[in-house]
């Protein structure tokens, strides 16, 4: 039978980040998508500070910003409220909304289509020696002592752990039993993908998403290139006996119309997405030897844009915990994953979901009111939870995501994928640690941890980093 160390079932945005994360940490991985190709559909298109960050760790960020997608959206952000794309503006334009956060990484926010980055990450999975598998779909898992047996469409293979990245729908989750919990489903909204040349209508404005507000429609309208390609949200209420169905190709055409507010406006609809805005976090991220991520462990509003984004990071932090146990390290580091990923996966549900009720209200009478529970973006994707449920600024504590300090020549402290002492002073040697003479600028000396987080600083503490080491490969 076939064996790898890793099977990763799905090969979505966070499936495919997966594969790459553990290829560049030299696991062996074969990855099983069944659908035949990469997704078709733009839809997830912001990438946050801190999966650029991510994705500049293995060499990715160049070839997403210099996509179609990313070159021409670059000066995107924020968003606006209007009438319809040729009518009046309801409240001011809010440019917060991805942006921001320059000072406290080596990189930022990057709007790309998601079509246009699976097959970038599909390519440096391969590049990196994954074994990526499209048109194979994992029908069942069995797991024994030494393993999980998995029976794909086209044979079995035998893994040592499972990522099981399979969506919100994840049947293997199902299979196991695994509850969640959350608010469940919040909203139910039809995508229209289609073109049409509203460059007049648009003008130089240069947002992310437009809430549109009038008597015939009232949805989000996402530029795809500013110009030709577009992406209509419009929610529907199956209450009010709405459904699906309904969105035949002339109603989406006449929604896009009233959108754009050119009653005779000339649309091509390519294609209609189908989704519901939920708030859903598994009550366990472990089965086994089988970890979720993705939208198999949570789903949450597109509101933040914090969906894959906290997928592709919870792969990340596995990655490292998968390659140091497959080399011998103490298989408890691994439960180190669920404890850290599920309550960042619990709170930035909560922080979507509030964003979420919040937007829709923005120009309203009923202004905005859940921005009490709102918190900055950066500080969702870098001020992760302590476990006092809070989120703060990189603060250099151990446990958070290092602050950003340029230590070379295009080098910041973020950049660590393996362990790395920085430090000005000489300390000995410990096995499996890089040292780098530099100053860490927010304290004496600092173990970061293979996922640029803080695993040890000399400040206040008077271990020393080889225990801290040893600690933690101990899964302390
Ligand atoms: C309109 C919209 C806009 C969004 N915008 C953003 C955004 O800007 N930023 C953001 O971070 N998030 C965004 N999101 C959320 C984001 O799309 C999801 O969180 C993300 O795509 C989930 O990725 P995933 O890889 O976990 O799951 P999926 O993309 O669902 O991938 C799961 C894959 O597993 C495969 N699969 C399932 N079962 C099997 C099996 N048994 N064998 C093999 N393969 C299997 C499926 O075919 C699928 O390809 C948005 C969502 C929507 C709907």
Known sequence: MERTSVLVVGGGLVGLSAAVFLAHQGVDVVLAERRPTTSLHPKARGLNIRTMELYRQVGLEDAIRGTDSARTLAANNGFAVLESLSGKELAPFRQEYM???????PTGWCLCD???VEPLLAKRAVELGADIRFGTEVLDVVEDESGAVATLSTGQIRADCLIVADGAHSRLRERWGITSSGPGTLSRTISVYFKADLREALGDRRFILAYVNNAEVRAALAPV???HRWLLHVPYFPDKGQSPEQFDERRCAELVRAAAGI????VEIVQVLEWEAAGRVADTYRHGRAFLAGDAAHVMPPSGAFGSNTGIQDVHNLAWRLALVTKGA???LLDGYEAERRPVGVHTMQQAVARSKDRP???????ANAAATIVPDHLVQLGYTYPDGDFREPDGQPGGRVPHVWIGDNVSTVDATEFQLVSTKQWPEIEGVKRVKADPGFAESVLIRPDGFVAWTSAGSS?????????ILNGG
């Open 225 to 227: 290139d500013n110009a």
């Open 330 to 332: 103490d298989p408890k």
């Open 263 to 266: 009653p005779d406006l000339d």
């Open 114 to 116: 998601q079509d246009e």
């Open 99 to 105: 942006s921001g956060g320059a000072e406290v990484s």
């Open 361 to 367: 209200r923005v120009g309203r009478e009923e202004e």
């Open 463 to 471: 271990h020393d980093p080889a225990d801290a080491l040893r600690k």
